[in-house]
């Protein structure tokens, strides 16, 4: 008889399922091996609203010069706009080195 | 004189961010392309050039890490606070931490960020 196994996390949204993925290599690399679940929940959270709320923001300002194309500078706006400092992003480059994600493997179906 | 030093500032900036844009080419940030792509296309965002996206990957990514500082911070005070004023109790050996909700929600309240949790919710 087969037994078929319960999956724990629904396939419910991939990019949000990332995006936890991210959180957790965050907090991995500075030392937290333990996370509550909704301590995680209100990270992914966050971070799924800074790019949406970015993203939202730049293309105001893209569309506000008559344009469609977001420019370096739109972003920058944006970002200044949300209260980011830009000039210490390089230095946080150099200190932080993660090693990246990876995209689950695409699955291409076969036409017969 | 005032005017001029700040174009200059501006100037400074401007030529910063387009040395920044060119180590972007070669860097990979924690978040996926294709992940802040899809959340910056759903507010209608469109950018051919990938570094666009990988500078808000890692401004996201920097603004959490620094979030995460700030929580951690608390938890290791708070830990380190429980274990001096308990004599003999366990020693903090691990240096394992576990973040929770007791030390996330001073730290994003120093954000201006204000969490909190409906009565019932678990």
């Known amino acids: 008889m087969d037994k078929i196994e319960s999956v724990s996390t629904p396939n419910v949204d991939v990019y949000r399922r990332l995006l936890g993925k991210v959180i957790s290599q965050l907090l991995l690399d500075k030392g937290a091996g333990q996370c509550s679940a909704q301590c995680l929940e209100t990270l992914t959270e966050m971070l799924q609203a800074f790019i949406s709320e970015l993203g939202n923001s730049a293309h105001n300002y893209c569309e506000l010069s008559g344009r469609t194309m977001a420019t370096v500078g739109d972003v920058s706006m944006a970002l200044i706009n949300m209260g980011q400092n830009i000039g210490s992003l390089e230095s946080y480059l150099r200190r932080e080195q993660h090693a990246p994600i990876q995209l689950p493997p695409q699955q291409t179906q076969q036409r017969t | ?122």
């Open chain 2, 1 to 122: 004189a005032g005017g001029g030093s700040a174009d200059r500032d501006r100037l400074t900036t401007a030529a910063h961010l387009s040395d920044f844009m060119l180590q972007l080419e070669d860097y990979t940030p924690l978040i996926p392309d294709a992940v802040t792509a899809h959340y910056l296309n759903l507010g209608g965002f469109q950018a051919d050039d990938k570094r666009i996206v990988r500078l808000i990957s890692i401004a996201a990514q920097k603004y959490m890490s620094e979030i995460m500082d700030d929580a951690l911070q608390h938890s290791k005070a708070r830990t380190h606070l429980q274990t001096t004023n308990t004599p003999g109790g366990s020693k903090a050996k691990d240096r394992k931490f576990t973040l929770t909700m007791e030390d996330l929600q001073p730290a994003l309240a120093d954000y201006g960020i204000n969490v909190r949790k409906m009565d019932y919710s678990q």
